[in-house]
């Protein structure tokens, strides 16, 4: 099983990045998707999750209106497009495959937002 993240930067503030994960190992259309993020100090939290069909997502308070969480079952993709960053949104983001008992992550990528 691997997830591979990619697409993190450093961007200003107000600034936009599409964030990439790449599945492989695991029949990807049948699980939930997830970005979650880590900042320096801070738990893991939940950024944005969709549904095995596609139809169906939900995200966390405060990346509504900005980020969106998208996947194409065909490429084994799941895609973060994020917009009018903040420096609170600077952490590193991962990926996570989840059904039933299995649990699978990425390794992550670092979105800095700074100017």
């Known amino acids: 099983v691997q997830l591979v993240e990619s697409g993190g930067a450093l961007v200003q503030p107000g600034g936009s990045l599409r964030l990439s994960c790449a599945a492989s190992g695991f029949t990807f259309s049948r699980y939930a998707m997830s970005w979650y993020r880590q900042a320096p100090g801070k738990e893991r939290e939940l950024v944005a999750r969709?549904?095995?069909?596609?139809?169906?997502?939900n995200s966390a308070d405060p990346v509504k209106g900005r980020f969106t969480i998208s996947r194409d079952n065909a490429k084994n993709m799941v895609y973060l497009q994020m917009i009018n960053l903040k420096p609170e949104d600077t952490a590193v983001y991962y990926c996570n495959a989840k059904l039933l008992y299995n649990d699978y992550w990425g390794q992550g990528t670092q979105v800095t937002v700074s100017s």
């Open positions: 969709i549904y095995s069909t596609g139809s169906s997502t």
